[in-house]
């Protein structure tokens, strides 16, 4: 069986792992840049497990689950355990709220925190003086340093025998009738009995060549590290959604918050070309970050941003992710919205169980690309991303 997957990001890699794991010989990775050089170096590796659907939720324990699998897997890797605290107030709370009988019939564990409970859990949390804050703890959610995370899961996988090819962009695809049987690249044909495409923003560039067109758009998104302060706090990640934001511990005793934008603006993905690098975003945002961010987290005053990531976020129409066959021979993943980098061990496993044509860990209807029907492709059903973070 011959494995073709176009796009070396978290998600191709994870499936190429995973494909590997699962002994198959032939596999082969066509990255157009460097691995990671899309949103996944970009991203700051936060997970939860705190979805709202059902799927996603059954997603994510599998994901929490590898997570701690793979820092044993992979070498130069830690899964970071804290926890994550997905905050909320009055009136983003109720919505949340209704999701814990979902919790409790799944099993996934979660504590409900007054602000006075969070502030004694971790006292540089200055919630003390916001009683409407509610904190749903999250034991089992943590993050990864993606700069550690990407190389060792490239390696491994070429340890296991992964052909990775990088500078090799995709620019259609090779069919025989309706099944899709290869891809070409600028250095020719690679012929595979199954492609993958995991190419985030880039998809419907890329399908479109075959005639395909999903609802996907992107949108830019920006995380921030501290220099290193004299003294690191004790911080679970933090989903500071009612200070749009978010923050975690960082390597060397810096802290990384990422800023929501309140109304972000649509990224007209120009080409398949497109450099990632070329995203920009507007400077007074550090500040905007430091003042909403301060008052809760006032260390934060004692130090400055030292380095900034800018990317994109992809988001489907009904806003879940999409994974699965969209024709025989033709399996895509994409749109993970801010979450991406959280799916991607369970979406390389999916990925994998579908690529070989084996039952899937769980049932993924809601995620199939063939959910939208032509017609849908602009259509888009939630304009909301602030109380839904990773
Ligand atoms: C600032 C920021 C913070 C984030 N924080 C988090 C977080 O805390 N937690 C979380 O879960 N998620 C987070 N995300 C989202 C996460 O980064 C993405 O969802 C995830 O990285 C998507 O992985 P991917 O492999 O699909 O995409 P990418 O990493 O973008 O990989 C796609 C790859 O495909 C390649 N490619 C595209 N087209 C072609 C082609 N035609 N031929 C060959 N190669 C091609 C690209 O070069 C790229 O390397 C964040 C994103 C940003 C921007």
Known sequence: ?????????????????????????????????????????????????????????????????RYRELSDELDGYTFQTPGTLNMFDETSWPERAALLPLYDR?????????????????????????????GLFDPLGGYSEPHRYVPALAAKARELGVDIREGQIVTGFERSGNRFTGVLT????????????????????????????LPMRAIVHQRY?????????????????????????????AILAGYETPEPALYPVPSLEFDMTAVETPAVYRERL???????????????????????LSFSGDEEPILGELAPGLIVAGSFHSGGFAYNPVAG?????????????????????????SGDTNKHTRTSHVQRRH
């Open 349 to 373: 496993l999916l990925l994998a169980e579908l690529a070989l044509g084996q039952a899937t860990s769980i049932n993924i209807d809601t995620f199939a690309p063939t959910r939208f029907s």
């Open 106 to 134: 799944l099993e996934v564990p979660y504590e409900i925190l007054d602000a006075a409970e969070i502030a004694n859990r971790w006292p540089a949390l200055m919630t003390k003086d916001r009683p409407d804050l509610v």
């Open 290 to 312: 430091k003042a909403n961010l301060e008052p809760l987290l006032p260390v934060l005053k004692n130090t400055t941003w030292a380095t900034e990531r800018v990317g994109l």
């Open 1 to 65: 069986m011959s494995i073709a997957i176009v796009g070396g990001g978290v998600i191709g890699l994870s499936a190429a792992y995973h494909l590997a794991r699962k002994g198959t010989k032939d596999i082969i990775v066509l990255e157009k840049g460097s691995v990671g050089s899309g949103s996944s170096t970009r991203a700051a590796g936060i997970i939860t497990g705190h979805l709202w659907s059902e799927t996603g939720v059954r997603a994510r324990k599998i994901s929490l689950q």
């Open 225 to 253: 590290v501290t220099e290193p302060l004299p003294t690191a706090p004790d911080l679970p990640v933090v989903n500071a959604n009612p200070f749009g934001a978010y923050f975690r511990p960082a390597e060397g005793g």
């Open 186 to 213: 600028k250095d020719g044909l690679v012929t595979a009995d199954v492609t993958i495409t995991a190419t985030h923003i880039w998809t419907n560039h890329l399908l479109q060549t075959a005639g395909y067109q």
